[in-house]
């Protein structure tokens, strides 16, 4: 069973910056999708960005120019360069991958914000 391995999490101070690195442990067949998704407690999983297998990106309107998403081929490794850091941005923050045969979700990395 393939699984994601994040890493990248931690605590900053707001203005800070965090990179998350999100790697498969084994092969995933034709990745359509790569991306990463953030939770916080009592509320539901919501996109944070993503970025297909054609290099189109999408972001959450909170994270637009603050965030970026990207992506190593080579290595199947998706990362999200977070900057300006705000006590809002404190989640769990998800990998996720879609390939041809089903999706993947990493563990989960927690990353907090303080003010």
């Known amino acids: 069973q393939v699984q994601l391995v994040e890493s990248g999490g931690g605590l900053v101070q707001a203005g800070g910056s965090l990179r998350l690195s999100c790697a498969p442990s084994?092969?995933?067949?034709?990745?359509?999708?790569m991306g990463w998704y953030r939770q916080v407690p009592g509320k539901q999983r919501d996109l944070v960005a993503q970025i297909t297998a054609v290099g189109i990106i999408n972001y959450a309107d909170s994270v637009k120019g603050r965030f970026t998403i990207s992506r190593d081929n080579a290595k199947n490794t998706v990362y999200l360069q977070m900057n300006s850091l705000n006590p809002e941005d404190t989640a769990v923050y998800y990998c996720?991958?879609?390939?041809?045969?089903?999706?993947?979700w990493g563990q989960g990395t927690q990353v907090t914000v303080s003010s």
């Open positions: 084994g092969s995933i067949f034709r990745i359509i999708v």
């Open positions: 996720y991958v879609r390939g041809a045969y089903g999706d993947y």
